[in-house]
């Protein structure tokens, strides 16, 4: 079992920047790689980013690449989302999971609750 607490999330004008975090109960969250998704009204769950179990893999939506970094810290548990020039369109609920390395949605087996993120124009 892997329990996932997402933070960080909050209101940024357009260019500015946040930096998720999801810290991990469980010893074995080292073993797991680690997503991020969004879910914003009117629209479908996004991938956003995923990051190998050792964090040497990376994996981004074109929508994000070049502006979103995840990373991982596994002595403490924890995934980063640092996100820069953010967008008014990166308005969304931003949700941190825990599974096999994919930008698919249902090849996650734990999921956090999720954090807001609002981009004001």
């Known amino acids: 079992q892997v329990q996932l607490v997402e933070s960080g999330g909050g209101l940024v004008q357009a260019g500015g920047s946040l930096r998720l975090s999801c810290a991990a109960s469980g010893r074995t969250f080292s073993s797991y790689a680690m997503g991020w998704f969004r879910h914003s009204p009117g629209k479908e769950r996004e991938f956003v980013a995923s990051i190998s179990w050792s964090g040497a893999r990376t994996y981004y939506t074109d929508s994000v690449k070049g502006r979103f970094t995840i990373s991982r810290d596994n002595a403490r548990n924890t995934v980063y989302l640092q996100m820069n020039s953010l967008k008014p369109d990166d308005t969304a609920v931003y949700y941190c999971?825990?599974?096999?390395?994919?930008?698919?949605?249902?090849?996650?087996?734990?999921w956090g609750q999720g954090t807001q993120v609002t981009v004001s124009s």
């Open positions: 999971a825990a599974g096999r390395f994919s930008g698919t949605w249902s090849e996650y087996d734990y």
